[in-house]
């Protein structure tokens, strides 16, 4: 869909994060093939905050995945950061990956036994920061999404709302270009995963750029930007110019008193 490319705001070469052309990918089941995505075109520009809205099973995740380099295209063209990613191999694809890119996941994936800043401290780990350093750095993710009264609790002495700003905080840590989140309320109850969408437009606003997956109206509507897709394709783009203001229809009485 060349014409109906989707492009964000300043579109300067510096400028643009992720743009993929007629990017897809097939998995195969059975000997059947499936185009879990198909004829991708795509620009996302540094500081953005996106949300890939569709149902189940519209190729979310797996385009999520692509464009955090946890998995690659059967075809097209993506270019991330200005370097073409798409044929590079899996060793190439994860030094990148753990460089540049933070996740957030549905289930949070914390470590159990761990207290809430060994947690975060994790992907500071990689790249052998001394103990000192981690610790101090990841004490200051945590108090970026409120956490700072938390940094000994273990995730089962988190409330749910709480693991996730765990891990929103540790996919902060490392200072990564493109932070992603599939599904990240998907396993909170409303009110809460509205807290973390107002999280995540704070740390938006505060220069991150944000790519999330939803198939939530009420969720995605906290992004700048909203692309849908239905059966692996783009159907349409979206660009809210300005926030949704109160009382506006579907908003539920916990939504609006955070929309500015
Ligand atoms: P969403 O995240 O929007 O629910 P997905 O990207 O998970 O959608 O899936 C898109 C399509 O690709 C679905 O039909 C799904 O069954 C298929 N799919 C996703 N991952 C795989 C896989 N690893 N193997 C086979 N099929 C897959
Ligand atoms: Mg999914």
Redesign the pocket.
Known sequence: MKDGAFHGSDQSQENVLVRTERLGRD?S?GGQG?R?IDEIDLTIVRGEFVALM?P???????LLNILGLLDRATRGLYVFEGREVSGIDADQCAFIRNRKVGFVFQNFSLLARTSARENVELPLLYNGMPRRQRQSLAAAALAEVGLEHRLGHRPNQLSGGEQQRVAIARALVSRPVLILADEPTGALDSRTGLEIMKLMRRLHRSGNTIIT?THDPNVARYAETIVS?QD?RITGCRRMHTAPHRGEGTLSAAMQDGIS
């Open positions: 998995f089941i499936i879990a569709g189940s099973g519209s190729g979310k995740s797996t997956a897709l692996g």
